[in-house]
């Protein structure tokens, strides 16, 4: 976290043509404050845009395709629909005052230009803001070229950055006018003046001056201004690089394959070898961050390390030269290969929170991962076993159209029939089923269990029938649902997987209870949930509970249904879950409507129809009866206005607000903020806890005593019932973003400063 510095002109230029265009880039060279000074104009700019200001990072999009993926993840989309990427984001933002901010386009800048012009064409209402070292060159696109900083603000700069090298440093008489010199060798480029200003570790400002001087001086024989600025940079970053160890060098190219962080245990598995030995690699990791190569991060409460693109770029083109990118690409790929193949079994556990809070932060080295898979001859079958591992991910963060995509993509490459292709076909099946996609579906299923059977595979046959099954029941096909849940439940048994069973379980249940075989239904209902509980298994039992919810409900228990769904949607917290809460909320409105609060059950049904909607999905086939019956009971005893009014209202529910009307006994005011059960005190400390920071950094962010800070940590988690501060920070986001849907996260501005 590192403070801001002067452009007041460059924001106020920025402002105004952000007033006056649809889209506006920001060029310059490298390292010049491109991405800083949009994180500030977005910040500063907020206000004007109620539908939200979002951030789409770049950098780690490697593979073109994946641009619309990734500007869907950071709208945070949960569509679930097969429509294609683009035609959602579209809808998504149809009417909608937003201002998308696309971070560092010229990795994929045909792409970005052709996804502004679409957008600005389609989205009156949308404002994009760029940033890139070269323009879009699209109609209608303002571009403000970033200059280098002016002297005063280079040293200002320079002397902020100093301070946290050497405390107390200020700058005085011959001091001052050396850092004036070096501002002005490195033109002013904000990323050359803060690798220059960590190396006051070691040398004195005038000493700096000295070597830079030897070193420009060598370069341009004398003459300065011959060197362009973005030499400028280079240079220094050459110069950074030369006094790396020779291991800090090593380490900085082999971490250049990373896309957008790394964890230490990454690093000292992938970056360790030849040269640097696992042990090591903790007090090289070190040294880098001292010369502010790595940037030290948290995220979700891990600590990550972060190289700046351009110093990024530097390292790849290292590796390339040392002969080591292919190497460390598999090694990169091995890593992540083998922490979604321990993901997978551990998915439905006590740890689920945190693997699913930490496949969120890895997203972006999954994909290269995946890419690498599909990009290197003979690595498809690699890649298959990954994107089928990550089954349960793909699902659980409506990243349906993607994970098929990977899976499609891989399963062309490699055709060999193996076991990962056939439980891949399966996985592929499964994800169409639930986009209700029957007509893909079909074929892969059938492919993938002849596959299956004639490897005598039991356990992707199990799994073959339950996903069958499944797209029985949401088809409605009933009796056939039953047969098949119940074999592959059977099957599961036998292979001894619990828990696979129990999730073949609460679908046949669900067959079962609208089969009418109630006392059936119910006994496997609670059969299911026993398992979850006995694994310490969060997010499956929320499903569980919400359709065990809706059979006691068709047996005439309104009010054990309605105690089943708020249990499920309190534990869909950590998950941001809104599949899971739209059906809580849909079954709700059903007993809602059956008690006569009418007027309730409107709000209630609006509320979930712009859910559903914001989902891409229609109601799964074996709810949609329900759904009609009740918006036409309601419609028929209330007025005309009245019903339109409530729906009208319930529409306008934002996301946290809708919890509190569902979970909420009495009708009154929705549209009253969440109560939060933390104190302002607790809230303000539990937003620092989502920023990552440790109880030692809010201590001092707050100027209160550690001890303190840690017992209202404490505090926290125990009235959230929760054990892990990654748990708080996934329900810090789940809040703000249902409150307000603006997602800007300055990697480096203070977090009290914006607070
Ligand atoms: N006005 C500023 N105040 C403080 N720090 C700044 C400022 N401008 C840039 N920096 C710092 O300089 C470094 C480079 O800035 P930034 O990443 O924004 O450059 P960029 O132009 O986006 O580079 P690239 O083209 O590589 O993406 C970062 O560490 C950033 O925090
Ligand atoms: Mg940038």
């Known amino acids: 976290m590192t403070s801001f510095v002067g452009r007041r002109r460059e924001l106020a230029e920025a402002r105004r043509l952000l007033s006056a265009a649809r889209v506006v880039t920001l060029t310059g060279v490298g390292g010049v404050g491109k991405t800083r000074l949009a994180m500030r104009l977005a910040d500063e700019v907020r206000r004007a845009f109620p539908a939200g200001v979002w951030l789409v990072d770049l950098t780690a999009v490697e593979t073109p395709e994946l641009l619309v993926h990734a500007v869907g993840e950071a709208l945070e989309i949960q569509d679930r629909s097969a429509r294609p990427a683009l035609q959602v984001l579209v809808e998504n933002l149809r009417g909608k005052q937003a201002l998308l901010l696309l971070d560092n386009c010229e990795h994929v800048i045909s792409e970005c230009a052709e996804l502004a012009d679409r957008l600005v064409r389609h989205l009156p209402d949308l404002r994009i ?19 280098t900083l002016p002297s005063d603000e280079a040293v200002q700069l320079f002397a902020e950055r100093a301070q946290t090298v050497l405390r107390g440093f200020t700058l005085t008489g011959a001091d001052r006018r050396s850092v004036e010199l070096i501002c002005a060798r490195l033109d002013g480029i904000p990323l050359a ?38 030499q400028t940079l280079r240079e220094m970053i050459g110069w950074s690089h030369a006094l790396c160890t020779k291991q800090e060098q090593l380490l900085w190219a082999r971490a250049s394959v990373f896309a957008d962080g790394i964890e230490l245990e990454a690093a000292e598995e992938v970056c360790s070898g030849d040269g640097i030995s696992p042990e090591e690699v903790i007090d090289v990791v070190t040294g880098l ?79 290269v991962a995946l890419d690498f898979c599909v990009t290197e001859r003979h690595e498809a079958r690699s890649g298959l076993s990954m994107a089928a591992a990550l089954c349960y991910y793909w699902i659980a963060t409506s ?19 193996t076991a990962v292709r056939a439980k891949a076909l399966i996985v592929d099946a499964r994800l169409a089923i639930l986009q209700s996609d029957f007509a893909s579906a079909g074929p892969v299923l059938r492919d993938g269990r002849a596959l299956a059977g004639r490897l005598d595979d039991a356990r992707t046959l199990a799994m073959s029938m339950h996903v069958e099954g499944l797209g029985a029941l949401i088809d409605q096909d009933l009796p056939r649902a039953v047969i098949l849940l119940g074999t592959s439940c059977k099957r599961y048994e036998h292979l001894g997987d619990r828990m696979s069973a129990a999730i073949s379980q609460m679908y046949l249940a669900t067959a079962q209870s609208y089969l ?37 409900w068709r047996v005439g228990d309104a009010s054990g249904a309605h105690a089943l769904q708020l249990e499920s949607i309190r534990l869909k917290r950590p998950f941001n879950d809104r599949l899971g809460l739209a059906m809580c909320v849909e079954v709700m409105a059903w007993i809602t409507a059956e008690q006569g609060e009418n007027e309730r059950a409107a709000r209630l049904l609006g509320a979930v129809a712009n859910l559903w909607k914001s989902i891409g999905g229609p109601l799964f086939g074996y709810l949609t009866d329900h759904h009609a019956r009740c918006e036409e009971a309601v419609r028929r005893a209330l007025p005309a206005r009245t019903f ?17 009307l569902a979970l909420r006994e009495d009708a009154a005011a929705p549209e ?84």
Request: with cysteine.
């Open 289 to 367: 961050v001292d010369k502010s190569i790595l940037i030290r991060e948290e995220h979700a409460h891990r600590v990550r390390y972060r190289l700046l693109e351009t110093i990024k770029q530097y390292g790849r083109e290292r590796l390339r030269e040392l002969g080591q990118e292919e190497e460390l690409r598999r090694r990169h790929r091995d890593w992540f290969h083998r922490l979604v193949a321990r993901a997978e079994p551990e998915w439905f556990g006590p740890g689920q929170a945190e693997w699913f809070a930490l496949l969120r932060v890895e997203q972006g080295n999954i994909r």
């Open 193 to 230: 003046i803060e690798l220059a200003s960590a190396r006051l570790r070691v040398l004195s400002p005038a000493q700096v001056l000295e070597r830079l001087d030897d070193r420009f001086g060598l370069l341009t024989t004398g003459s300065r201004t011959a060197l362009p600025r973005r």
């Open 129 to 147: 803001l760029a940033t890139s070292r070269q323009t879009l060159g699209i109609a209608g696109e303002q571009v403000l070229h970033v200059p």
């Open 516 to 552: 009418g075989d109630h006392d059936q239904a119910a006994a496997l209902f609670d059969d299911c949930v026993a398992v979850c509980d006995a694994h310490g298994e969060l997010w499956f039992k929320s499903y569980a509970l919400c359709v065990s919810g809706i059979a006691a």
């Open 644 to 660: 339109d009014d409530a729906v009208h209202k319930g529409a306008g529910l934002s996301l946290a607000a809708l919890i509190e």
């Open 399 to 417: 990243s349906l159209r993607e994970g098929r995509r990977w899976l499609d993509l891989l399963l062309s490459l490699d055709t060999a029939p």
């Open 672 to 755: 009253a903020a969440e109560p939060s059960p933390l104190t302002r005190r607790e809230a303000e400390i539990a937003e620092l806890v989502a920023r990552g920071m440790s109880n030692k950094e809010i201590a001092a962010a707050l100027v209160i005593a550690q001890r303190t800070a840690e017992a209202h940590v404490e505090h926290i988690l125990a009235k959230l019932g929760f054990k892990s501060r990654a748990q708080i920070a996934v329900w810090m986001s789940e809040r703000s973003r249902a409150q307000r849907p603006i997602s800007v996260h300055d990697r480096t501005d203070p977090p009290v400063a914006t607070a």
